[in-house]
């Protein structure tokens, strides 16, 4: 009698991760966009470096344990300097320019709306260094982007000029800084961190955040912290749902997908992140901000 062998069934754990990839975008979009409100919540009762050094300490605290755990493959000492690398951009000089930023008194609307050129100036750098295509919607994506913008900062800068003071133009610098410091960690991520281990990587980069933020907190501030409900619950609320839970995804979306198509999701948080900061803190954008909101938005 001959012998029939059954079809092999499809491997159940490869529907997880095609699944996770298909919501990634839709989570991230949603769990990004609370990362300014927590965070001005969290600048509120501490100063910016000593905040993101309990924050990144925490997530390590959570990670470590999760990586021995998981056992994933060691990383040669080339990945972990990448790591760092990747880390000291995308954590603290991305985290640390907006904290700063919205602790100074900038809106939470208007920062998210800054940061958000990056998909813009990511797709114009990714094509030069990583040889994606730059089409000439990228370069009108990447004008209407500054016009969108320059509406939206517009009054900053008038205040600022009114005031003949750097209380608002600081926190201008500062979060552009930070747009900056997120788009060449994301090209970086890219370019040399794409093989490695999700949660080892995760690891050495908040390492490598750590590396800075802990100077810069005993060297410029007073490390002193309001216990506030709003603080404790905004650094919980960052540590899991953010630096774990929306990095975890980027950093997923990042691998799995093109760049300049991954970061044309952050087109989509000021339009979250405005309607979350009007809910919690009444903040509103004036005619020529919304209108500037809008042009970015068509940037996409």
Same mark, same amino acid.
């Given at each position: 009698?001959? !012998?029939?062998?059954?079809?092999?069934?499809?491997?159940?754990?490869?529907?997880?991760? @095609?699944?996770?990839?298909?919501?990634?975008?839709?989570?991230?979009?949603?769990? =990004?966009?609370?990362?300014?409100? *927590?965070?001005?919540?969290?600048?509120?009762?501490?100063?910016?470096?000593?905040?993101? /050094?309990?924050?990144?300490?925490?997530?390590?605290?959570?990670?470590?344990?999760?990586?021995? =755990?998981?056992? *994933?493959?060691?990383?040669?000492?080339?990945?972990?300097?990448?790591?760092?690398?990747?880390?000291?951009?995308?954590?603290?000089?991305?985290?640390?320019?907006?904290?700063?930023?919205?602790?100074?008194?900038?809106?939470?609307?208007?920062?998210?709306?800054?940061?958000?050129?990056?998909?813009?100036?990511?797709?114009?750098?990714?094509?030069?260094?990583?040889?994606?295509?730059?089409?000439?919607? !990228? =370069?009108?994506?990447?004008? $209407?982007?500054?016009?969108?913008?320059?509406?939206?900062?517009?009054?900053?800068?008038?205040?600022?000029?009114?005031?003949?003071?750097?209380?608002?133009?600081?926190?201008?610098?500062?979060?552009?800084?930070? $747009?900056?410091?997120?788009?060449?960690?994301?090209?970086?991520?890219?370019?040399?961190?794409?093989?490695? @281990?999700?949660?080892?990587?995760?690891?050495?980069?908040?390492?490598?955040? $750590?590396?800075?933020?802990?100077?810069?907190?005993?060297?410029?501030? /007073?490390?002193?912290? @309001? =216990?506030?409900?709003?603080?404790?619950?905004?650094?919980?609320?960052?540590?899991?749902?953010?630096?774990?839970?929306?990095?975890?995804?980027?950093?997923?979306?990042?691998?799995?997908?093109?760049?300049?198509?991954?970061?044309?999701?952050?087109?989509?948080?000021? *339009?979250?992140?405005?309607?979350?900061?009007?809910?919690?803190?009444?903040?509103?954008? /004036?005619?020529?901000? $919304?209108?500037?909101? *809008?042009?970015?938005?068509?940037?996409?």
């Amino acid at each position: 009698m001959p !012998h029939f062998k059954a079809p092999e069934a499809e491997p159940p754990t490869k529907a997880a991760p @095609d699944m996770l990839i298909r919501i990634a975008p839709v989570l991230f979009v949603l769990m =990004w966009s609370t990362g300014f409100i *927590g965070t001005k919540l969290g600048a509120s009762g501490a100063e910016p470096f000593t905040f993101l /050094t309990m924050r990144f300490a925490l997530v390590l605290a959570i990670l470590a344990p999760l990586g021995l =755990w998981l056992a *994933g493959p060691r990383l040669t000492n080339a990945q972990r300097g990448h790591a760092m690398a990747v880390g000291l951009l995308m954590h603290a000089s991305y985290l640390g320019g907006v904290m700063w930023a919205l602790r100074h008194g900038m809106a939470s609307n208007v920062s998210a709306l800054i940061v958000s050129l990056q998909p813009i100036l990511t797709a114009v750098l990714a094509g030069l260094l990583l040889r994606e295509q730059i089409t000439r919607t !990228h =370069w009108l994506g990447l004008a $209407l982007g500054l016009i969108g913008t320059g509406m939206v900062i517009t009054p900053k800068l008038a205040a600022a000029q009114s005031l003949g003071s750097s209380a608002e133009l600081g926190p201008l610098i500062a979060v552009t800084l930070a $747009l900056f410091a997120i788009t060449a960690g994301t090209i970086y991520q890219k370019r040399f961190t794409t093989g490695i @281990d999700l949660v080892s990587g995760a690891i050495w980069q908040y390492v490598g955040g $750590l590396a800075v933020v802990i100077p810069l907190a005993l060297m410029v501030e /007073t490390r002193h912290v @309001d =216990w506030t409900p709003g603080v404790v619950g905004a650094l919980i609320w960052l540590v899991f749902v953010l630096s774990i839970g929306a990095t975890g995804l980027l950093m997923l979306l990042i691998r799995e997908k093109a760049v300049s198509s991954t970061t044309g999701l952050f087109y989509l948080v000021p *339009g979250v992140t405005a309607v979350m900061s009007y809910v919690m803190f009444g903040e509103q954008l /004036t005619r020529l901000q $919304l209108a500037g909101l *809008g042009v970015v938005t068509v940037a996409v």
